[in-house]
């Protein structure tokens, strides 16, 4: 018989019908006269049960070797639950063990693991609810990034994941090469000689997408991109990985405010889309979410996950210039009772993540964009203001996250440009095809990226990135 998921059983399963289930055993309970198997197959959260006779001797073998972990698949007939807590139950007619697991060896038993265990065996923690949760959640969030910008015409670029170009990420990138790397052919100085490698020159990961996004920008008018970036700095943190995948839109003919539009009108219809199809991953992760919250004091709990996700869409986003806010972080009361890490002293500092969270989350209350930032801590690429100091960047900060957005508005004067790269030492000869889109039709443009795996904290109220991603790269940690 064709197998039917449990999602589909769940819902709109015909009791009295036959039907074939496969999947994992979660757990297994038993009676005198009949055992109880809660079966998973990740189309779901919620569990079948199924209701298996033990009076049987061929059943009571079988039993006897069907452990958490093991997988089976069973036949059987669909019949109205009696206090399953679901509507259906499956009454097994015919079971068959595909796959035992042994309960000495398996790692995974029913009851609470702790998320650095799971990490450890990122393997099998799939099967547990909290990853299963997260993995239909990610993935309903990718294809809703996909549906946003398909239903608003943007085309979807690939860009190079090797890139010939270190203007972003000098130092903090992942280098490609074929040498080997006791032996690689060496300039008569004793500088390895790159030419000989495998493109001719130095190449390494891509930091980003977006020099190339502009490119297609500049003919095609709105593009995104949604891919994997690299990036080699060590900042072992609840919100860095070595490689995450990123979402960069970059459009023609918008300026910074346009920008910010687009930005808040995305974010919103992202935590709409999970609200209106993830429900129950959602309530399941805000049950886990307060669980383990329910140790912190109370001033420290975060808002109740589904709560917190509607006050995203009910509230505008607060938009104020970088200005404004040194103003307000320097009058504030952390920073003037020397309770920053970093304390806020002048204009011209970067904000840390530790303002950018005392913004969102103690003064606005709702998510901030804030804008215009000093030249001196922002990339080339962005459009310098009339004042000399500062540049059209915009950065989005959300309640426990801090950036989760950075954009601008690009310069688009082939002149300014230009000075800019001297005055920061990037690689000219580098830039070439960069600067020739504004030497050829230029247009104001702009565009930002957002860290895919920021919006997955965000929207799943898990703590750490990586637990959002099924396979985290971080320092000194490569594994699976
Ligand atoms: P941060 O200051 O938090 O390190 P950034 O200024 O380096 O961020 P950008 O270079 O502007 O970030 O990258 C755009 C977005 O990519 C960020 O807003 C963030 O959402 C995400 N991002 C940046 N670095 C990482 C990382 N190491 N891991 C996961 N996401 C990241
Ligand atoms: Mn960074």
């Known amino acids: 018989m064709k197998r039917t998921k449990i999602k589909q059983l769940l819902e709109s399963g015909d009791a009295g019908s036959k039907v074939t289930v496969k999947g994992w055993v979660r757990t297994k309970r038993g009676s005198k006269n009949v055992a109880f198997l809660a079966i998973n197959d990740g189309s779901t959260i919620n569990n079948i049960q199924v209701v298996v006779d033990v009076n049987n001797n061929e059943n009571e073998a079988l039993l006897a070797k069907i452990h958490t972990g093991a997988s089976i698949s069973i036949d059987g007939l669909l019949t109205e639950s009696q206090g399953s807590g679901q509507r259906v139950e499956l009454m097994a007619e015919n079971l068959i063990i595909l796959g035992e697991a042994n309960p000495d060896e398996y790692p995974l038993q029913p009851k609470k693991h702790s998320l650095e265990f799971l990490r450890e065996i990122a393997h099998l923690r799939f099967r547990t609810n909290t990853f299963s949760a997260i993995t239909r959640l990610r993935h309903s969030m990718i294809f809703a990034v996909h549906k946003f910008f398909n239903d608003k015409g943007f085309l979807n670029i690939h860009t ?9 990420g000098a130092g903090e990138m992942f280098r490609v090469s074929v040498f080997d790397p006791k032996n690689p052919p060496l300039l008569e100085d004793g500088n390895v000689n790159w030419k000989e490698d495998f493109f001719g020159k130095e190449t390494n990961l891509t930091v980003s997408g977006q020099l190339e996004g502009e490119l297609a920008a500049l003919a095609l008018s709105e593009i995104y991109t ?27 003919f918008y300026d910074i405010n ?15 889309y999970a609200l209106e199809n993830c429900m129950e991953d959602l309530q399941f992760l805000s049950k886990r979410q307060q669980e383990e919250e329910s140790q912190k004091p109370q001033d420290q709990r975060s808002m109740e996950l589904i709560e917190k996700l ?5 509230n505008d986003f607060a938009r104020i210039s970088y200005t404004e806010a040194i103003d307000i972080l320097m009058k504030s009361k952390p920073n003037q009772k020397k309770q920053f890490q970093y304390p806020v002293e002048k204009w011209g500092t970067d904000l840390q993540s530790e303002h950018e969270r005392f913004l969102v989350e103690k003064h606005f209350k709702k998510p901030v964009i804030l804008t215009d930032y000093p030249k001196e801590i922002k990339a080339f690429y962005m459009k310098q203001n009339e004042d000399g100091k500062t540049v059209r960047a915009m950065d989005v900060l959300f309640p426990g996250i801090g950036e989760i957005i950075g954009g601008s508005q690009r310069e688009e004067n082939y002149e300014k440009l230009l000075n800019r790269i001297r005055e920061m030492h990037i690689p000219e000869k580098d830039m070439w095809w960069y600067l020739e889109t504004r030497k050829f039709g230029t247009v104001e443009h702009s565009g930002y990226g957002l860290g895919f795996e920021r919006l997955m904290l965000f929207v799943s109220g898990m703590g750490n990135i990586r637990d959002v991603i099924p396979f985290p790269r971080t320092p000194k940690n490569a594994e699976f």
């Open 258 to 272: 346009d920008n910010m539009d687009l930005a808040e009108e995305m974010l919103k219809y992202l935590v709409k």
């Open 310 to 314: 509607k006050f995203v869409l009910d």
């Open 226 to 252: 949604f891919g994997p970036t690299f990036r080699a700095e060590n900042s072992n943190t609840s919100r860095h990985l070595a490689e995450f995948w990123m979402i960069e839109p970059e459009m023609a």
């Open 160 to 168: 190079p994941i090797i890139t010939g170009s270190d203007c972003e």
